[in-house]
């Protein structure tokens, strides 16, 4: 970790001198869940197997800043700072029924009570990512190629449970669970990119994450995974555009 913010610095401190350089902004929505690994024969396994059953993937968001300083005629590296929201949901429950329903001995439903109900996971992290990418030949649009890694930091889960009459929060912090809170992820990503001004880009791209890190201590590995689409603006730093600058 000591060696990858190193890294992060001595790319910053080329951009100074860069001879190409941009910085993005960009928004994103994901489709995350998790991976279960775990031993079939193990008793012990069982009930996270069927409560694992019931989970079903959710859309979560990620946005944040980019920068990209040019290495080579059609390489850029890439790193930044997002915020990002992953998880996933808990199944569906229908047809909840409460003792006050049934005092009587017959079933008189009451409007004023959930019957149905569904519990959902957002967690949410500070993402570094540190990427290669390869900018094919440029047309009207510029098609690339991402591969690279992102180190994020659980911040805290915001549990949320929704009813057919309500929705409530409750934030948990990092530091009261169990998971672990630093996060190595490996990052694929493709897209498009169109100059809309001289200096000014837009693009778009799928992209797919996988947590090589497992997200608790446990005999069962859980690794987070998603998979979404980001868009985005681009500044293009040249050193005419710093030149300009130092002579204003």
Same mark, same amino acid.
């Given at each position: 970790?000591?060696?990858?913010?190193?890294?992060?610095?001595?790319?910053?401190?080329?951009?100074?001198?860069?001879?190409?350089?941009?910085?993005?902004?960009?928004?994103?929505?994901?489709?995350?869940?998790?991976?279960?690994?775990?031993?079939?024969?193990?008793?012990?396994?069982?009930?996270?197997?069927?409560?694992?059953?019931?989970?079903? &993937?959710?859309?979560?968001?990620?946005?944040?800043?980019?920068?990209?300083?040019?290495?080579?005629?059609?390489?850029?590296?890439?790193?930044?700072?997002?915020?990002?929201?992953?998880?996933?949901?808990?199944?569906?429950?229908?047809?909840?029924?409460?003792?006050?329903?049934?005092?009587?001995?017959?079933?008189?439903?009451?409007?004023?009570?959930?019957?149905?109900?569904? =519990?959902?996971?957002?967690?949410? =992290?500070?993402?570094?990512?540190?990427?290669?990418?390869?900018?094919?030949?440029?047309?009207?649009?510029? &098609?690339?190629?991402?591969?690279?890694?992102?180190?994020?930091?659980?911040?805290?889960?915001y549990k949320q449970q929704v009813t057919d009459i309500s929705s409530d929060f409750k934030y948990e912090p990092?530091?009261?669970?169990?998971?672990?809170?630093?996060?190595?992820?490996?990052? =694929?990503?493709?897209?498009?990119?169109?100059?809309?001004?001289?200096?000014?880009?837009?693009?778009?791209?799928?992209?797919?994450?996988?947590?090589?890190?497992?997200?608790?201590?446990?005999?069962?590995?859980?690794?987070?995974?998603?998979?979404?689409?980001?868009?985005?603006?681009?500044?293009?730093?040249?050193?005419?555009?710093?030149?300009?600058?130092?002579?204003?």
């Amino acid at each position: 970790m000591k060696h990858f913010f190193h890294l992060l610095i001595l790319i910053s401190t080329l951009g100074l001198n860069a001879q190409d350089s941009s910085v993005d902004v960009m928004l994103g929505l994901d489709y995350s869940f998790r991976h279960l690994y775990f031993q079939a024969d193990d008793p012990s396994t069982n009930f996270m197997v069927e409560a694992r059953a019931a989970e079903a &993937p959710s859309i979560n968001a990620r946005f944040g800043l980019n920068y990209n300083h040019k290495i080579g005629e059609h390489k850029w590296i890439k790193t930044g700072l997002r915020i990002a929201d992953l998880g996933y949901k808990l199944g569906l429950t229908t047809d909840l029924v409460w003792p006050s329903e049934l005092e009587t001995g017959v079933f008189i439903f009451d409007p004023s009570l959930p019957h149905e109900i569904q =519990f959902i996971n957002n967690l949410i =992290f500070i993402e570094i990512p540190l990427a290669l990418r390869y900018e094919f030949k440029q047309t009207k649009w510029t &098609p690339f190629v991402e591969m690279g890694v992102s180190t994020s930091l659980f911040v805290g889960n915001y549990k949320q449970q929704v009813t057919d009459i309500s929705s409530d929060f409750k934030y948990e912090p990092a530091s009261s669970t169990s998971q672990r809170n630093l996060q190595m992820a490996a990052v =694929f990503s493709f897209g498009l990119i169109q100059d809309y001004t001289e200096n000014l880009q837009v693009f778009i791209q799928p992209s797919f994450r996988y947590h090589l890190t497992a997200w608790q201590k446990s005999t069962i590995r859980e690794h987070l995974t998603n998979g979404g689409i980001e868009i985005g603006v681009r500044r293009k730093i040249t050193n005419t555009t710093l030149a300009q600058k130092t002579v204003n």
